[in-house]
């Protein structure tokens, strides 16, 4: 079944840094229930933008989410500190956002990762910047399978992100990551394929009905995780749909759930 990482509880958001900065507890555990009610599988946790009180916010965050937490959590850092302490605290076995092959956060963050159980986001950039090419993106992809697996983190643990670019910037953005993951999907049959999606139609009007249709071509793909707005109901729709025309809904049972509860309409 496809993975939904609930990405609202991000201090980028306005009205999460608010929440975050007053300790308004009551908005963050209603965002939380809100989001796993809607689906989601992880909840994103990311207290980087109030510079200066990143792990006091996390600190925070974590132990407002955590006695209403269902599913598990997304710790979501480029500093390995505050992923150290946030490790630490969680009770279930976290997902972390994320490494890269940048050579100042991949020399930050194996030593971090290593030895810890564990799910990792793994982004296919590295110095040279984004991808060129969907031979770029398997290589990269491959370059991270291979230093995670050597210090431990298992191929299924991990969650390649191939970074989708907009494709009003090029017209064949689009079918360059399509294809970099079925490569690495044929590679890998056991890695996860995440990301967010929304770039893909960045500086184009009817933004949405663009990420919709977008995520179904990326489920058909190999893509079975991405990080979201469980809130969108119209995408979560479709990723259900999607879901369930692909084989991974035994009798349709999650689809005609959806439909009843009124969270799947045409």
């Not at 990405?7 to 796993?36: G, H, M």
């Not at 056991?190 to 995520?215: A, C, D, M």
């Not at 349709?252 to 969270?263: F, I, Q, T």
């Amino acid at each position: 079944m496809f993975e939904v990482i609930g990405e609202r509880i991000n201090t980028s958001r306005k009205f999460v840094q608010a929440a975050v900065a007053e300790r308004n507890s009551d908005y963050i555990i209603d965002d939380v229930k809100k989001q796993q009610e809607a689906g989601a599988d992880f909840i994103d946790v990311n207290a980087g933008a109030r510079i200066g009180h990143e792990t006091e916010d996390m600190k925070w965050l974590l132990d407002t989410i955590q006695p209403i937490a269902t599913i598990p959590l997304t710790l979501d850092s480029p500093d390995p500190a505050v992923l150290e302490m946030a490790f630490k605290r969680v009770k279930t076995t976290p997902m972390i956002n994320s490494i890269s092959l940048e050579k100042e956060r991949f020399n930050a963050m194996m030593p971090f990762l290593e030895g810890k159980e564990c799910k990792v986001i793994a982004l296919c950039m590295d110095d040279a910047g984004m991808p060129a090419s969907s031979d770029d993106i398997l290589g990269r992809a491959k370059n991270l399978v291979k230093e995670l697996n050597r210090i431990g983190i298992p191929t299924a643990s991990i969650y390649v992100d191939p970074l989708v670019q907009p494709i009003s910037v090029e017209s064949t953005k689009g079918i360059m990551v399509l294809n970099a993951i079925r490569a690495i999907k044929t590679e890998f049959p056991e890695v996860h394929i995440t990301g967010g999606l929304s770039n893909i139609s960045y500086g184009l009007p009817q933004r949405k009905i663009i990420n919709r249709t977008f995520v179904s071509l990326m489920m058909a793909a190999g893509m079975d995780s991405a990080i979201i707005d469980p809130l969108d109901s119209k995408i979560m729709g479709a990723i259900r749909t999607a879901d369930m025309l692909l084989g991974n809904d035994d009798y349709c049972m999650n689809y005609l759930k959806g439909v009843r509860s009124g969270a799947i309409e045409s």
